[in-house]
T-cell receptor, first 115, second 114 residues
């Protein structure tokens, strides 16, 4: 079990640039979650997918944010254009659907810095 | 709506002392409760979980938590703190209905003083 894999680990970009964060969930997990963590706001759920379908994107802060899950083994979170206030650690997590008590498995996160 | 409240954003204990991190939830249906730990520059890892059955749940690294329905609480304890326990701890709740959304508390940073 390779765990949830996120890339890149660190991303530094300039304001206005497009940023794409990537996530590979654990094989067999068909729920995927994107979280954002900051000192000020803590851990925020941005969006989650069930069987590759977006279920709840109410946490996506603005239209500048978009997420896709084209297949069961890959998801992206895109920010276009990026702004300094988007600086945060972004986590991807996956879970096995069908068992409500199954825990989330987190990746190590992508630390995004927008200058 | 489900919610979780963690009392105290920072807790300091001496090495060897009791660790007590508080978590309360609100729910109209039976909850599933979790504690996660986050070490610096890492993702969250599961410490323990409560589903049904025994209300005292044992987790990794000597931690345990007790589900008290009457108090809507799920406090995390460890009898003797170790320096390696310094981390941030998150309580989380999920329910059997809906789309299995997991709601996290705001986290408690544990400092262990030598």
């Amino acid at each position: 079990d390779a765990g949830v894999i996120q890339s890149p680990r660190h991303e530094v970009t300039e304001m206005g640039q497009e940023v794409t964060l990537r996530c590979k969930p654990i094989s067999g997990h068909n729920s995927l979650f994107w979280y954002r963590q900051t000192m000020m706001r803590g851990l925020e759920l941005l969006i989650y997918f069930n069987n590759n379908v977006p279920i709840d994107d109410s946490g996506m802060p603005e239209d500048r944010f978009s997420a896709k899950m084209p297949n069961a083994s890959f998801s992206t979170l895109k920010i276009q254009p990026s702004e300094p206030r988007d600086s945060a650690v972004y986590f991807c997590a996956s879970r096995r659907t069908g068992s409500y008590n199954s825990p989330l498995h987190f990746g190590n996160g992508t630390r995004l810095t927008v200058t | 709506a489900q919610s979780v409240t963690q009392l105290g954003s920072h807790v300091s204990v001496s090495e060897g002392a009791l660790v007590l991190l508080r978590c309360n939830y609100s729910s109209s249906v039976p909850p599933y409760l979790f504690w996660y730990v986050q070490y610096p520059n890492q993702g969250l890892q599961l410490l323990l979980k409560y589903t049904t059955g025994a209300t005292l749940v044992k987790g990794i690294n000597g931690f345990e938590a007790e589900f008290k329905k009457s108090e809507t609480s799920f406090h995390l304890t460890k009898p003797s703190a170790h320096m390696s326990d310094a981390a941030e701890y998150f309580c989380a709740v999920s329910f059997s209905g809906g789309y299995q959304k997991v709601t996290f508390g705001t986290g408690t940073k544990l400092q262990v003083i030598p």
